[in-house]
């Protein structure tokens, strides 16, 4: 499993009604983006929500991951004590996390505690305020920041997502901070130049999906326009550096003269989401598109055969592949091997525009091939076959549904190939990483 999505979002206590008591209401562009993610969340359904706040225990050289079993608090700090919040931390999730910063002699763990610890802090519980009203039933992982360098938060973003993937969790990542403090004079903290510059500058950012970027603030600048959240932006960021991400920024309001913004973050494994892309704007556009600069680099520096597969309703809507490398790279297989299942497969008419909303589709990156002396050497839950008779050829791929045994697989492929029954072939297996929709 995966983490599905990140959301950043504020924290100011004044949202939540039983403290801004209609007060709130001047910042319901923010009200309405809490919201939309609540909403989000409630659709993903995940098992665990991980969450990093600047107000949780914070230290010079060291990121504080909560322990115990559970957390409960209020907002009586705030004059709401009728305000409680009450979770169950993924305890599984949390050691598994702890073993990798361990095991990788990173600065990230349970030490450090204290009694204090074991309650959540406001930045924590007024972003979960509006998502219990929509989903609760999640556990929950609370992620401190540190005085480390930006880089070291997002391999902290890096190591979560390995736990999580380690787990076999559904997870999704908020990371809680408002943005500049000093947007107005009239504002609590003043009114610095750095204030609205960095707000600009990091909504474009992440309106862009640029997540690298982040790493680019110059601490200096970030004093001086007393951010909260950038160390939380930036280990979300890490968490879903592994994926590709579709971007949506809901609001950015600096009503209080502080600057709160909230925003979805998509998240879809990197190989689909280059196949949705190019055949996306190839059918809009007629164009085969370049991959584009930001998708990880072992697509750009390996090179390997892929599989495009596509399906509408569950139904087989088209299937490209190349069972060896015939491109620069993966990337580049993927693209032409994406737009050819969606216009070339001679088994379907070519996909429509309207079609566009409804599809599923997988990419396959297949192994070398490798010679079978006998039957015995296939497996069709782990393996596809290429079955060859001279001149003609037929492949298939592996773990398909209602094929079960190695004479089923090669039945398959000597049809596929026009070889018939009692005709001499030789045999070749290979294997998949097969990338499908995060789920």
């Known amino acids: 499993m995966s983490i599905l999505a990140g959301y950043i979002l504020p924290h100011p206590p004044i949202a939540v009604p039983e403290i801004g ?35 949780a225990f914070m230290y010079r050289d060291y990121f504080h991951i909560s322990p115990g079993a559970e957390t409960s608090g209020s907002l009586s700090r705030f004059d709401a004590p009728e305000v409680t919040f009450h979770a169950d931390y993924d305890t599984e999730l949390t050691q598994r996390l702890y073993h990798l910063a361990e095991s990788e002699n ?6 450090g505690e ?33 005085g480390l360098s930006l880089e070291a938060h997002w391999k902290l973003g890096q190591l979560i997502a390995k736990a999580v993937e380690q787990t076999h969790r559904r997870c999704v990542y908020i990371a809680s901070g408002d943005l500049s403090h000093c947007q107005k004079a009239e504002g609590p903290y003043g009114f610095h130049p750095e204030g609205p510059a960095y707000d600009k500058r990091l909504i474009d950012v992440l309106r862009q999906g640029d997540f690298k970027a982040l790493l680019d603030f110059d601490p200096a600048f970030l004093n001086a326009a007393e951010e909260c959240g950038h ?13 590709a991400v579709t971007p949506r920024i809901l609001s950015h309001e600096n009503t209080f003269g502080i600057g709160y913004a909230t925003g979805i973050f998509s998240a879809e494994d990197p190989c689909v989401a280059l196949a949705r892309k190019t055949i996306d704007t190839y059918i809009r ?60 497969d001679p088994r379907f008419r070519p996909i429509a525009e309207s079609e566009l909303n409804h599809l599923d589709i997988s990419v396959d990156i297949l192994s070398e091939p490798e010679p079978v002396a006998s039957i015995e050497g296939l497996d069709p839950k782990r393996f596809g076959v290429i079955v060859t008779c001279g001149s003609r050829r037929g492949l298939l791929l592996p773990d398909l549904e209602g094929v079960d045994t190695p004479e089923q697989q090669i039945a398959i492929c000597r049809q596929k190939a026009g070889i018939a029954a009692d005709e001499p072939v030789a045999l070749m297996r290979f294997e998949v990483n097969r990338h499908e929709a995060l789920k």
Do not use: W
């Not at 209609?22 to 993610?37: F, H, M, R």
């Not at 990173?106 to 030490?111: C, I, R, V, Y």
């Not at 406001?122 to 556990?139: A, Q």
């Open 21 to 55: 008591k209609g007060e709130e209401k001047q910042i319901q562009k923010t009200l309405d983006g809490y919201d939309a993610v609540a909403q989000d969340i409630a659709r993903l359904a995940p098992d665990t929500i991980l969450i990093s706040s600047p107000h």
């Open 106 to 111: 990173f600065p990230a763990g349970p030490l």
């Open 114 to 146: 204290r009694t204090p610890s074991l309650t959540p802090d406001h930045g924590t519980m007024v972003p979960l305020y509006f998502v219990n009203r929509r989903y609760s039933h999640y556990k929950l992982m609370r992620i401190g920041l540190s």
């Open 231 to 243: 160390r939380s932006f930036t280990i979300m960021a890490g968490a879903l550096s592994g994926s």
């Open 285 to 344: 556009e007629g164009v085969l598109m370049a991959p584009p600069k930001n998708i990880p680099s072992a697509l750009i520096k390996r090179r390997a055969g892929a599989f495009v597969s596509i399906h509408e309703n569950g139904r087989l809507r088209g299937c490209i592949g190349t069972f060896l490398p015939t491109r620069t790279n993966i990337a580049d297989e993927i693209v032409h091997n994406a737009a050819a299942a969606a216009t070339e």
